[in-house]
Nanobody, 116 residues
Framework: QVQLMESGGGLVQPGGSLRLSCAAS????????VSWYRQAPGKERELVAT????????RYADSMKGRFTIARDNAKNMVYLQMNTLKPEDTAVYYC?????????WGQGTQVTVSS
């Protein structure tokens, strides 16, 4: 079955960096777009970035442009989110997601806390 598993979250100081990873299994990974979303306490889940299966198309939320970078390694079935210059407002649970035949699949999420 389709599985997505995030890792790499943690506590980081403002201005710091983290790299999140998402391991995918159970589907032909390189065929499908994968996205990162986040959900802060009391807020709706929001899109962070999306990358197409062939890495040819990338889209970022405006507030993350220039600070976050999405990447994928189709040989390893992995997608990454490099986050730089982190701010307290980036504190959230970060999820990866893919959509296969109109069905959305989510990972369990990884907590990122930006605090001094």
């Amino acid at each position: 079955q389709v599985q997505l598993m995030e890792s790499g979250g943690g506590l980081v100081q403002p201005g710091g960096s983290l790299r999140l990873s998402c391991a995918a299994s159970g589907f032909t990974f390189g065929t499908y777009a994968v996205s990162w979303y986040r959900q802060a306490p009391g807020k709706e889940r929001e899109l962070v970035a999306t990358m197409s299966g062939d890495s040819g198309s990338i889209r970022y939320a405006d507030s993350m442009k220039g600070r976050f970078t999405i990447a994928r390694d189709n040989a390893k079935n992995m997608v990454y989110l490099q986050m730089n210059t982190l701010k307290p407002e980036d504190t959230a649970v970060y999820y990866c997601k893919t959509v296969i035949s109109v069905t959305a699949f989510w990972g369990q999420g990884t907590q990122v806390t930006v605090s001094s």
